[in-house]
T-cell receptor
């Protein structure tokens, strides 16, 4: 089954304790992104990646890191989490091309700091 | 820079009634436009998309949307709402890698 897999689904941590949220896709998609969803704000893009080793900042990158060492994986790293990073996080992947393919989303990770 | 406005935070309709969710966008070129639905506790599912061609696009679950360039709008419609349509709906504008989402419209369906 074609899908984007995020882990864990729920995560409770304390301020300053480094954590990683994993994301993997099995569709051979070139594009991958991380979004955070907050009430009244919709989804805001944190980072995106156009292919292996290529990443770029979205609208709200502060406090986050990503890596794209291989095409299928795109982990989100919070080196020193803070309470304002409590949110619902989504990983998504998309194929490159000119026909406007939409993102396929994972099931989300609810983080509480 | 692209942006999306969904003017209605919350809409309530009766089951069987028609539905229209509004979306206005700002984009400098021909936009990619999308509607997604999020059921409680779930991820986002793509309902439909527009890039070019016919301005009325059909999607899954009986939804359709109409692109109106002159009004910078991409409103979502359904002729008869079912209780299972209760969810949050997000409009988004492309490009594919750098999509911007609206704040969402929560739909409640009355029996």
């Amino acid at each position: 089954e074609a899908q984007v897999t995020q882990n864990p689904r729920y995560l409770i941590t304390v301020t300053g304790k480094k954590l990683t949220v994993t994301c993997s896709q099995n569709m051979n998609h070139e594009y991958m992104s991380w979004y955070r969803q907050d009430p009244g704000l919709g989804l805001r893009q944190i980072y995106y990646s156009m292919n292996d080793e290529v990443t770029d900042k979205g609208d709200v990158p502060e406090g986050y890191k990503v890596s794209r060492k291989e095409k299928r994986n795109f982990p989100l790293i919070l080196e020193s989490p803070s309470p304002n990073q409590t949110s619902l996080y989504f990983c998504a992947s998309n194929r490159a091309g000119g026909s406007g393919y939409g993102y396929t989303f994972g099931s989300g990770t609810r983080l509480t700091v | 820079a692209q942006s999306v406005t969904q003017p209605d935070i919350h809409i309530t309709v009766s089951e069987g009634a028609s539905l229209e969710l509004r979306c206005n966008y700002s984009y400098g070129a021909t936009p990619y436009l999308f509607w997604y639905v999020q059921s409680p506790g779930q991820g986002l599912q793509l309902l439909l998309k527009y890039f070019s061609g016919d301005t009325l696009v059909q999607g899954i679950k009986g939804f359709e949307a109409e692109f109106k360039r002159s009004q910078s709008s991409f409103n979502l419609r359904k002729p008869s709402v079912h209780w299972s349509d209760a969810a949050e709906y997000f409009c988004a504008v492309g490009p594919q890698i750098d999509m911007r989402f609206g704040a969402g419209t929560r739909l409640t369906v009355k029996p």
